[in-house]
């Protein structure tokens, strides 16, 4: 006789024993697939729409159906609903409560489908959405970028190549840079969309189905641009959820980038931007501590992420064709990327709109290390001499503002005309700050009219 437990199971008809209580719990993924409801249930009342239109199912079984999932659905959205792990899944215990509220036409709904194929919809209808919401959290962040860069398109901060003094930069170039590294991220992820967009449902198992379904009819109405071509790949597939990952993944690391630049430029080494108390911390020892908890968290989270992605990697790459219960472990990365990628960038969107400059101390800092040297260099070479003579002559003069403990523009006339009487006393517009970046006028370029150009450029990209 079957253990109760295991007659519950819709699959149970084969079995003699009772699934041994930790194989169950174990094998389980209601505890955490059970996010997925909506998704379930929207795919299931498209399936069913398809199934009468198709004559498999009355009118009215497709209609109880759809109220049925309605109001399983209203259960679960009010706290209401059971969970059951002995039903293993997010699929099976919304069947069985169907099932339990309208009686033997719940039981038709799986007709022409399985598992397989439903989980697959399930995650790509899911993930469809996540990305339009994680799309619209970049939008967000780069509308911040944008409104900074405007507000500091003048401000003068040294830039940096090996982390050493290298030449001035605009604040606001500076944050175009990162703008335009999110528009690459928003690109992909768009893309990414685009493939993800293709319907699983009726592959079935792995064969497709005997029943005389309709299945660009489903995918019409649930918004994908097609069904899937191979009734194989349809459920065994989950390039898409790679790709996702890859793509956050590169998300997070320019994240992590911006992270470590805000965690240098507010320590007091730095000193460059102040943070709002609102994404910081203090220490309980130290009173004068200020700590950018934020940025570090989120510099911190990229490893997660980065790991969830080799993780994926590897669960798919020894499969066989087509589904095999492996792919349950997909899931759980993939939503901790989902969560944790929502929750970086919307962080940083807040806490973007609340920077501040400190302006004396990015000037200051950028008059140290000879940053406009490379300026003394094209002003000689304008001069007629060639650029290699050029950088020789400046590399003198720097090892004399370095013995003298002196910038360039600080060097009198006389001590840098002993390397080139080519030098004249035109030479200190071009090793001015200002002069420097102003004289970068092009397209790309740091100088601050081609920055608000950018800008200017910039804003029509994200009204789409």
């Known amino acids: ?43 299931s009342i498209a399936h069913a729409t398809m199934l009468a239109r198709q004559g498999i199912l009355s009118g009215a079984e497709r209609d109880a159906i759809v109220a049925g999932l309605e109001q399983v659905r209203a259960r679960i959205e009010a706290g209401e609903f059971d ?84 030449q001035p930069i605009t604040f606001g170039h500076h944050m175009m840079a990162w703008f335009e590294m999110l528009d690459r991220d928003h690109d992909r992820l768009v893309d990414c969309r685009r493939r993800l967009n293709v319907m699983p449902l009726g592959a079935a198992a ?44 590169i998300l997070m690391m320019h994240l992590s980038r911006f992270s470590e630049e805000l965690i240098l430029w507010s320590s007091a080494q730095f000193g460059f931007v102040e943070l709002s108390d609102s994404f910081c911390t203090g220490s309980s020892i130290m009173p004068q501590k200020k700590n950018p908890d934020v940025p ?33 472990e997909d899931k759980e990365p993939l939503f901790d990327t989902v969560d944790n990628l929502k929750g970086s960038l919307k962080v940083y969107a807040d806490m ?49 503002g370095v013995r003298e403990g002196r910038d360039l523009a600080e ?21 001015t700050l200002d002069g420097s970046v102003a004289a970068r006028d092009h397209l790309g370029g740091t100088a601050p009219n081609q920055v608000r150009a950018a800008i200017a450029r910039a804003r029509p990209r994200l009204a789409d």
């Open 83 to 166: 969970w059951s792990i002995p039903l293993e899944d997010v699929h099976m215990n919304i069947e069985s409560a169907l099932t339990q509220a309208i009686g033997d036409a719940g039981k038709k709904l799986h007709t022409g489908r399985s598992r397989n194929d439903q989980v697959a919809t399930d995650v790509r209808l899911w993930l469809r959405e996540e990305i339009d919401t994680i799309a619209g959290e970049i939008r967000r962040l780069q509308r911040a970028l944008l409104d900074l860069a405007e507000r500091e398109a003048d401000t003068v901060l040294p830039g940096f190549t090996h982390l050493q003094v290298a």
């Open 352 to 400: 973007m709109a609340h920077v501040s400059c400190n302006h004396e101390r990015m000037r200051e800092a950028a008059r140290q290390g000879f940053s406009t040297a490379t300026d003394l260099a094209d002003y000689l070479v304008r001069k007629g001499i060639p650029f290699r003579d050029a950088h020789e002559i400046v590399g003198k003069a720097v090892a004399l």
């Open 1 to 43: 006789m079957h253990d109760t437990n295991q007659s519950a199971k819709p699959w149970a008809g084969r079995f003699n024993a009772p699934t041994d209580a930790f194989v169950e719990a174990f094998t389980a993924s209601v505890d955490f697939d059970r996010r997925l409801y909506r998704y379930d249930i929207q795919g």
């Open 411 to 431: 060097l009198p006339l006389e001590s840098l005309q002993q390397f080139s009487d080519a030098i004249t006393d035109d030479v200190y517009a071009v090793l």
């Open 296 to 328: 570090e968290l989120v510099r911190g989270k990229s490893g997660r992420i980065f790991g969830h992605l080799i993780g994926l990697l590897t669960l798919m790459k020894a499969q066989p064709l087509a589904y095999n219960k492996d792919n349950q």
């Open 206 to 249: 792995l064969a497709g189905t005997t029943y005389p379904i309709d299945r660009a009819y489903t995918a019409e109405l649930l918004g994908f641009d097609r069904p899937a071509e191979n009734s194989l790949d349809a459920v065994s597939d989950r390039d898409f959820a790679i790709e996702f990952s890859a793509d956050a993944a």
